[in-house]
């Protein structure tokens, strides 16, 4: 069986804050790791943590990021996240990050206009699925299973968790004849990459000079 045209209503789109948006990107893609509290408040001259606070709290109510709900650090920043996820990325030149899902991995070197290698877990047998770029991947029939959207679904938490890669689409066929509840479809890994980058590209760095 063959995979599927990505579905045209997908609509993942992650809103494109300010500043902070991009500091805290730019931050994830220097250290692998989310700015603290702290370094926002110097990074942005603000006098006290409270006012940083309320700066990234209105961040995570667009819903560009989520914050640990105890001590509101920032866990997640798409297509980034602070804890280890079975998705590794290694930046050309940079850090290890973790992806929060199989998009968000693809989506990385458009984002940031660098080569990455992304290393991951097929979810249905485990075996290690690599690939470069765009061009090459390993297994040969690595696919992805994206679920479907629904109005007001959250990325991180309703999406994200079984937006894995496959080593095949024999292997995602299994693995959603063990999970009948999940509904969604599986994508080429070309148009995987595809929604990724559309996604992602302009997040970070607006396309402004053609
Ligand atoms: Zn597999």
């Known amino acids: 069986m ?3 045209e990505p579905n045209a209503d997908v609509a993942i789109t992650i809103p494109r804050g300010g500043g902070l948006h991009q500091f805290v990107l730019e931050t994830f893609a220097a250290t692998g790791h989310s700015p603290t509290m702290d370094q926002i408040r110097e ?3 603000v006098e006290t943590l409270e006012e940083a606070d309320a700066m990234v709290a209105e961040l995570e109510r667009a819903g560009s990021i989520h914050r640990n709900p105890g001590d509101g650090a920032i866990t997640h920043a798409y297509p980034f996240s602070n804890e280890p996820t079975s998705h590794r990325v290694r930046l050309a030149g940079g850090p290890e990050v973790f992806a929060m ?3 968000d991995a693809l989506g990385m070197p458009f984002m940031l206009r660098r080569d990455v290698d992304i290393a991951s877990a097929c979810a249905g047998c485990g075996v290690e699925v690599r690939g470069g770029r ?4 390993a297994p040969s029939d ?4 994206l679920g479907d959207t629904s109005e007001g679904c959250v990325a991180a938490t309703d999406l994200c968790p079984d937006l894995n890669f496959f080593c095949s689409p024999a ?5 959603n004849r063990t999970h009948p509840e999940k509904r969604g479809e599986g994508l080429r890994l070309e148009d995987a990459v595809s929604q990724g980058r559309r996604v992602f590209e302009d997040l970070l760095y ?4 053609g």
């Open 134 to 137: 765009v061009g090459a991947h």
């Open 101 to 103: 899902c199989a998009i």
């Open 43 to 45: 990074r942005f001259s």
């Open 171 to 175: 292997c995602r066929e299994g693995w």
């Open 142 to 145: 690595v696919t992805v299973w």
């Open 2 to 4: 063959t995979e599927q």
């Open 206 to 209: 607006a396309n402004d000079d």
